[in-house]
């Protein structure tokens, strides 16, 4: 049997594809802490209330607290969608990874089938002599040589 000629670039490019992989997790998981962060952001805004005292003071201060964590959940959504982007662009990365990978793998299976093939040609043409030889030698043995 004979050596896959692309062996090598297929385990190079299975060794890509485990690396895109990688990326998409590691993707995954930072987009779902980011969304987490905006949410938790979020639900602190919910959960502010208003000063018991109605001061002037205490009012704007209020607000402008509500304000800060508004922009600063604004931030996080904004940061959340990046990360969400940056998942979807990995996963086409690793889809791009597993096709050139899928590509080598039925070459090497059509290089495989071909070698049985091969295998079995050269297995039935043995068996072929074998047989033709046996014939002609049983043929003399019983003297009828043509």
């Not at 690396?19 to 938790?40: K, L």
């Not at 508004?70 to 969608?81: D, L, W």
């Not at 990978?101 to 072929?128: C, I, K, P, S, Y």
Request: proline fraction near 1%; charged fraction near 35%; aromatic fraction near 4%.
């Amino acid at each position: 049997m004979s050596v896959f000629s692309l062996a090598t670039v297929l385990g190079v490019r299975r060794r890509q594809e485990d690396a895109a992989r990688a990326e998409v997790g590691r993707a995954q998981v930072n987009a779902t802490a980011r969304e987490r962060r905006a949410a938790a952001l979020d639900a602190r805004i919910d959960r502010l209330g208003f000063p018991d005292a109605a001061t002037a003071s205490a009012f704007v201060a209020a607000q402008a607290a509500r304000r800060a964590l508004a922009s600063t959940a604004a931030a996080a959504r904004v940061v959340a969608a990046e990360a969400r982007g940056q998942v979807a662009e990995s996963l086409e990365a690793w889809t791009d990874a597993r096709r050139r990978v899928r590509l080598l793998e039925e070459l090497e299976e059509r290089h495989r089938t071909q070698e049985r093939r091969e295998a079995e040609h050269a297995e039935a043409a043995e068996t072929d002599d074998r047989a033709a030889t046996t014939w002609w030698r049983d043929r003399s043995d019983d003297g009828q040589t043509p």
